[in-house]
């Protein structure tokens, strides 16, 4: 599928230009992306290996896994 992005308005139009179901698209987006921006930043304060961490997406992904799992533990 690849990553969902919003709808841009029209260019000096509000945001009631857009359709609704357009305008619905972008505030679930909205939502969505603001869980997982929560979600990384809390990880990232709590666990400080993953503040410098500088490797790719898919090889972090283990480290991730865990600290999410031991997340769940810790609250």
């Known amino acids: 599928m690849g990553i ?3 709808v841009r ?3 000096g139009k ?3 230009a857009l359709h ?3 305008r619905m698209f972008n505030t679930l987006l909205r939502h969505v992306r603001a869980l997982g921006e929560r979600t990384a930043a809390e990880l990232k304060q ?3 290996a ?3 961490v500088t490797l790719s997406p ?3 992904g283990d480290i991730a896994r865990a600290a999410l799992v031991l997340n769940g533990i810790w609250k």
């Open 46 to 48: 709590r666990w400080r």
């Open 50 to 52: 993953l503040q410098h």
């Open 9 to 11: 308005r029209p260019n």
């Open 58 to 60: 898919s090889r972090i």
């Open 14 to 16: 509000s945001e009631q």
């Open 20 to 22: 609704v179901d357009t």
């Open 4 to 6: 969902p992005i919003p």
